[in-house]
């Protein structure tokens, strides 16, 4: 009997969300009119009741708000599959430091779209990264006299970021406070920028200052100000000033009362949730309950912000004694590190936790080898439950387990002075 083999079907990639579309507006919509719509389409799709439709509202806002961002897109949508894989192409030719390949296929690419910057500035980091800094800044040149004047104030971040990744900091810095000064209501977009820099070239002091420069006279704040208030917050945050937590937290919160119209409080309170969520992703919670507060402060009837501050605080207080349990010398290095690894597994990547690990000694005892070993496990586990309650109640399920599993083969005048 004649058999065939099925064909395979190749799979096919995603189809490229249309984000005007789930916006409402033309290809051609100007920066206004698509926050205006991004307003109007959150306020019909709130996440509370439409969470699926908010986050592909917000997926759409978040591209299309950025003129780099939406440049990248309006290009996919244009030259799909052959575009993506020529720059794929590129980018693995940069990676082996084939610069020359790498040159050739973005000058095939500009046959596609001669007038377009954005590969000009690809072909600037390709100079760059091959050490021709001379090139670098004449295609630059190129980039910024084809870019239009919405676009010129991005170009100069990503200038600034180029720079700074190949170790060029000063010049890096030269550009950011060119652009500061040449489009001073753009500033935003250069603030983190400033921070790398300023960390770069071990200048602390100079970043602190910088920050407090930004910082509105009191009395005189507006909804405007959010971003320079979270910056100083960061900033305080990153430098470790927490002797400035209660005044900018004060300031802030005079801001936030001010606030009436909704629209504002709407962005504003999207700006302080996308901090949280970073810092809460990073594992950082008690810079994440710093921003929570402030979202609680605004919207504290909201039964989705309460259960989300509930949640916050209580991983901030659990990493607070993880925190202190790592200082102790006392605790049975395992049960140190098994808290730190159960608290940490969701966030941190699993080859940083091994490497933390190697260290840690009687990790790999296995319970029974050595009785002597399962006593002080179990004292560990008592010890911590002492000391440490919450903690211990985190996870007690498993800090339960392991005693058990420690504490079967040792005598019952032992099992009897180590209940839990």
Request: charge should be negative; glycine fraction near 2%; proline fraction near 4%.
């Amino acid at each position: 009997m004649e058999t065939t083999k099925p064909s395979r079907k190749r799979s096919k990639k995603p189809k490229l969300e249309n984000f005007y579309k789930i916006l409402g507006v033309r290809s051609n919509a100007t920066q206004v009119s698509i926050k205006q719509k991004y307003i109007a389409s959150v306020k019909a799709f709130p996440p509370e009741t439409h969470p699926e439709e908010f986050q592909q509202i917000r997926r759409a806002y978040e591209t299309l708000k950025d003129p780099l961002k939406r440049r990248e897109y309006d290009l996919m949508r244009k030259y799909g599959g052959k575009l993506e894989k020529m720059m794929e192409d590129v980018w693995k030719h940069v990676e082996n430091c084939q610069y020359a390949k790498a040159e050739a296929l973005v000058n095939q690419v500009l046959e596609l779209m001669p007038e377009d910057y954005n590969i000009h500035l690809i072909l600037a980091q390709i100079k760059l990264l091959n050490g021709d800094n001379k090139a670098f800044y004449k295609e630059f040149a190129l980039v910024e006299e084809n870019a239009s004047d919405q676009d010129k104030p991005m170009i100069m971040v990503v200038k600034a970021r180029m720079l700074l990744e190949e170790d060029e900091a000063e010049a890096a810095l030269q550009v950011l406070d060119q652009a500061r000064a040449n489009y001073p209501d753009k500033l935003q977009m250069f603030l983190c920028l400033y921070t790398d820099v300023y960390t770069d070239l071990d200048r602390e002091d100079d970043l602190w200052e910088f920050a407090l420069s930004l910082v509105p006279a009191p009395g005189t704040e507006t909804s405007g100000d959010i971003f320079t208030f979270i910056y100083w917050l960061n900033t305080m945050i990153e430098l470790e000033q927490w002797n400035f937590k209660s005044k900018i937290q004060q300031r802030l919160r005079k801001l936030l009362k001010a606030v009436k119209n909704e629209e504002d409080k709407l962005l504003i309170t999207e700006a302080l949730q996308d901090e949280h969520d970073g810092y809460f992703e990073a594992a950082r919670f008690r810079e994440a309950e710093i921003y929570m507060d402030f979202i609680y402060y605004i919207d504290s009837a909201n039964p989705e912000v309460q259960k989300q501050r509930s949640k916050t605080q209580e991983l901030m207080r659990v990493e607070k004694e993880i925190r202190k349990l790592e200082q102790e010398e006392t605790i049975f290095p395992p049960i140190s590190f098994l808290a730190m690894e159960w608290f940490y597994s969701d966030y941190l990547p699993p080859e940083e936790l091994e490497y933390m690990s190697i260290d840690v000694p009687f990790l790999d005892s296995e319970a029974g080898d050595d009785l002597q070993i399962d006593e002080m496990y179990a004292q560990g586990i008592v010890a911590l439950r002492k000391r440490y309650p919450l903690l211990y109640r985190y996870f007690q399920s498993d800090w339960e387990e392991l005693f058990a599993e420690r504490v079967q083969n040792l005598n019952r005048e032992a099992r009897r002075q180590l209940k839990l």
